[in-house]
């Protein structure tokens, strides 16, 4: 009996450890392409409740709309979104349900919900202002922060629920704080920390970083000088007894990339936002510090990029793991390849101690034809060189092509393919999103379908065709021209 029991306590414990131990080891590298042969790019990431992970940015169809991808943790392609109408995406955040919540560049100050499945479920507008939300946060009564700037000139904070309903929104009208580059909850006594910029006589620019209280009222402000020229705010984080200030400096005022002397540093500051600790990273080049966060109290991860010159194809991007002290402990090198170079908008330490970075890789020097780089690495930034190009790879009910010819005058094929019987819809909507025409709503059983369709009723124009199942959608671009 005893070894009937120790054998399959064995057993359990040989499962478990190669569960954790495949679990810390799927690494990966992968490229997305939205399909339209144009310029893609992520900027944020975050981890779904249910296991998977949504990236943001955007696509240019011609217009730049707001792009959203869903995909496993192996890098798997579940869906993906193009949202009408237009802008950039730059933020996202996780809701309970599995779905996800995010903002960015537009014409007003807006949120919008998506289900588990890519569907819209609300879309809240705030302000009719251009507003940039760079930051957006869940906090813990299940609503929402976000942070950014309206009309180029004016810190922008804005509070919402878990139904996207505003709570409240603040304008910072100062001549010295011009953006609010990321918020946090304050978890100690409630509000929420900003880190901004802070502007005295150009060029000078420094860090102000900003407690406001629950209703949106400034409690304080620290403002963080150092002997460079000029900093650029990047992120606050929080540890246990206080918060971590990411940013760069510049130590010469050409205008050559060659001779700005830029370093990389962090500052802990306790809750009251006084400085405790201070370092600087020491690299050999001066490089452009791009994202950050923490792994623990004494470990970060950043992302930077070196550019000798400004038309020199020698761009290297560096993601880098450093201790409480600045020093380098984990270094991986993303070297420029077939005239691409790779940037990490984003970083997301995940609890098996690996690490999720989300970016684009951009063609040099012409910034054309960008797609979206994702990539999970270990905890010491190994990852698997094989770089995957995941336009094709795509794991849901069916996969909808593009249509033939595009452009096209008048007439067109679309062709799908259904991999289980379900109820599917094909919808036809402009630019603005408005409803044109629904093809087909029916049961479609597995196989190879193709629909020819006629748009001779349309105006030239540019188009999009959305196939929908029950649980997914894809959508492509329609390009007519008479």
């Known amino acids: 009996m005893k070894s009937t029991i120790s054998s399959i306590l064995f057993s359990l414990f040989f499962l478990l450890l190669t569960a954790t131990s495949y679990s810390q080891n799927v690494t990966w590298q992968r490229m997305y392409d939205s399909g339209m042969n144009m310029d893609d790019e992520g900027h944020d990431v975050c981890e779904s409740t249910d296991g998977n992970f949504y990236v943001i940015g955007f696509a240019r169809v011609p217009y730049i709309y707001f792009y959203v991808l869903k995909i496993n943790p192996y890098g798997d392609t579940i869906w993906t979104k193009l949202v009408v109408p237009g802008g950039i995406g730059l933020s996202i ?84 704080t011009k953006a609010f580059f990321s918020v946090t909850e304050d978890s100690s006594d409630g509000g929420f920390l900003v ?101 623990n109290e004494n470990r970060f991860v950043y992302c930077s990029f070196y550019q000798p010159a400004i038309y020199e194809d020698s761009t290297i991007c560096y993601f880098r793991i450093i201790d409480s002290t600045g020093n380098i402990l984990h270094e991986k090198k993303l070297m420029q390849d077939k005239g691409r170079f790779y940037l990490a908008e984003s970083i997301l330490p995940l609890q098996n101690g690996n690490i999720f970075f989300a970016g684009y890789a951009e063609l040099f020097p012409s910034a054309q ?38 452009p096209f005058n008048g007439k067109t094929i679309i062709k799908f393919n259904i991999k289980k019987m379900d109820n599917y819809s094909l919808v036809v909507y402009d630019i603005t999103g408005k409803k044109i025409d629904l093809l087909f709503n029916k049961i479609f059983s597995p196989g190879n379908y193709e629909f020819n369709y006629d748009a001779g009723f349309l105006s030239s124009g540019i188009y999009f065709y959305v196939l929908k199942s029950s649980n997914f959608n894809s959508v492509k671009l329609l390009n007519l021209i008479k």
């Open 93 to 176: 955040a996780p809701s309970n349900d599995g779905g996800c919540v995010l903002a960015g560049i537009s014409d007003s100050s807006f949120t919008m919900k998506l289900d588990s499945s890519g569907n819209q479920v609300w879309r809240k507008v705030y302000r009719n202002l251009d507003t940039r939300i760079l930051d957006l946060d869940k906090t813990s009564d299940g609503g929402y922060i976000g942070c950014g700037y309206i009309q180029n000139a004016y810190g922008y904070l804005l509070k919402i629920d878990s139904m996207g309903e505003k709570q409240w929104d603040t304008i910072v009208v100062s001549n010295t």
């Open 369 to 406: 034809n960008s797609q979206i780089f994702a990539a999970i690495t270990d905890s010491n930034l190994y990852m698997k060189p094989v770089l995957i190009s995941n336009q094709d790879i795509i794991l849901n009910d069916f996969y909808l092509f593009q249509n033939y010819p595009n």
């Open 195 to 295: 880190l901004s910029d802070y502007r005295e006589l150009y060029p000078q620019l420094y860090y102000n970083l900003i407690k406001f209280n629950e209703s949106g009222h400034v409690d304080w402000e620290r403002i963080h000088r150092y002997d460079s020229l000029r900093g650029a705010p990047v992120t606050i984080e929080k540890i246990n007894d206080g918060y971590i200030l990411f940013g760069s400096s510049q130590f010469s005022s050409s205008s050559r990339v060659q001779n700005i002397d830029y370093h990389i540093f962090f500052r802990k500051v306790d809750k009251n936002g006084l400085l405790k600790n201070y370092a600087v990273v020491r690299t050999k080049f001066s490089e452009i510090f791009y994202s950050a966060n923490v792994i």
